[in-house]
Each structure stands twice: as C-alpha cells, then as structure tokens.
C-alpha cells in the first residue's frame, strides 16, 4: 500500500529524508566528483605524455640531422652557418621540453642529447650542468639513474674536477654497472695520480668483467699502459653445440646457464 503525507509511516521517512538526505546528497557528489576527477586526470594525463613525445620526436629528427651533417668536414661556409643554426634551436627545443615537461622520461632523454652534443664540442662543464639537470630527474629507475650519474662524473672528469668526479663516482650502483664504475674509478685515480688506487679499480673491473666473460678492448689498454698484463677472457660458450654427441647433456646444461647468466 502507498503511504500519504497522512500515513503513520509517512512522517517517519520524511523525517528520515531531511535527516540524512544531505549526507546521501554529499556522498553522491563526492563520489561523482572523484569519478569526473579521475577521468579528467587521466585524459590530461595522456595528452600531457603525447604533446611531450611528440615534442622529443622533434627533438631526436633535429638531433639526427645535426649529428650526420657534423660528421661533414668539408662542409662550405653556408653549410656550417646553417649546422650552427640547427644546434642553437636544437638547444631551445630541449630546454623548451624540460621546461614543460621536466619530471618525464623525455625530459631525460632530451637532456641526455644535449650533453652528448656538448661532449662532441668539447663543451665539458656545460655538459656536466646538463647531466646534473639529468640527475635530479626522478624517473624510479636505479638503471637509468646509474647510466645518468656515470656520464655526470665523465664530463666532471673531463672537465677537470676529479674530486667531483669521485664523489659521484663513488655512490652505490646496480650490479650490472659495477664494472664500468670500477674503470671510471680507475680513470679518476690516474689522474689524480693514485696509480695504485687505479691499478686496484681495473682489476677490479677486469674481474668482474670476467664473471660475465666481456672484454673490453679499451680497458686493457688501460691496464697495459700501467705495466698490467690482463688475463685473457674466455668468450661465451656457445649454445649451439658442434659436435653432435649427447653424451653430456648436464654439461652441455650447465654450460647454456652460465652464459644466460
């Protein structure tokens, strides 16, 4: 049966509604205004990604450009003129991207591409300002943050701060970088004229250079100009067997872990 402004249950709900209809009222719009919210931010969020990739996708087209057309020598007067033009608006484009969008991955990479650009000019402190902008960029990844602080102690190296370039050197890094650590180890001690310290950090690379059974050509030549005779390291087993006896498989097992390791 329907109730009537004159039901006994009537006043009832009606009091009930004025009660607690406004906490129902709230409740709805919170919940309204956290779903509206949400989807919001998750279509900025997305054009914001696009606008910044597009602009990076710019930015590594001018980079290819000035990259081949600087390995020109010969280049006329005009060509060279026009070269400097695309490097100087090549520098605006990144600083424009890390200006809109300096916490993304494309700000890194930008900014990655400009002080590889300063290297090749010679251009070191520059280079090094650029990568410490690089290093401030919190993108979660021990890897990149590794690849970022290395080339920054490089570039202080290179420009003549060896002591900085040890402070950077020095800090904790995965264990896939600990090899190329221990040869810019290396590098920084030599030129600090510590030839011990920088005997013991080759070696150091070497071995764990060894672990993994890479060789690195340049390393060793690093090594030798110290009186150092590196041991030779074994090149991978391969996982193609030649010859076709399956006498020892477990071997033949062990052999294929130890190189995906």
Do not use: C
């Not at 990739?53 to 020598?73: C, F, G, K, M, T």
Request: aromatic share 6%; glycine share 4%; charged share 20%.
């Amino acid at each position: 049966m329907a109730l009537t402004p004159n039901s006994p249950n009537a006043d009832n709900s009606m009091q009930a509604l004025r009660q607690y209809g406004s906490y129902i009222v709230t409740a709805i719009l919170l919940a309204l205004a956290a779903y509206f919210g949400w989807t919001y931010w998750q279509d900025n969020h997305a054009r914001v990604d696009t606008v910044a990739a597009d602009h990076y996708a710019d930015i590594q087209r001018l980079n290819e450009e000035v990259s081949l057309a600087s390995q020109n020598p010969d280049l006329e007067a005009e060509a060279q003129a026009a070269l400097a033009q695309s490097r100087t608006q090549l520098n605006k484009d990144i600083d424009a991207l890390v200006s809109k969008h300096g916490e993304s991955v494309y700000a890194w990479q930008a900014l990655m591409i400009k002080a590889r650009q300063q290297v090749d000019n010679n251009e070191f402190t520059e280079a090094s300002e650029t990568l410490k902008k690089a290093l401030a960029i919190d993108l979660g990844d021990a890897g990149l943050q590794a690849i970022t602080r290395l080339r920054y102690a490089t570039t202080l190296l290179a420009a003549g701060d060896a002591d900085a370039a040890l402070a950077e050197a020095n800090n904790d890094m995965p264990s896939s970088f600990e090899a190329s650590q221990q040869e810019l180890l290396g590098d920084i001690y030599l030129a600090q004229d510590n030839k011990d310290s920088a005997i013991k950090s080759y070696n150091n690379a070497w071995e764990l250079l060894r672990n993994r059974q890479e060789t690195r050509a340049v390393l060793a030549l690093k090594m030798e100009s110290l009186g150092i005779v590196p041991e030779p390291i074994d090149e991978p087993v391969s996982l193609i067997q030649e010859s076709s006896s399956a006498a020892q498989p477990l071997v033949e097992e062990n052999a294929a872990a130890e190189v995906a390791q």
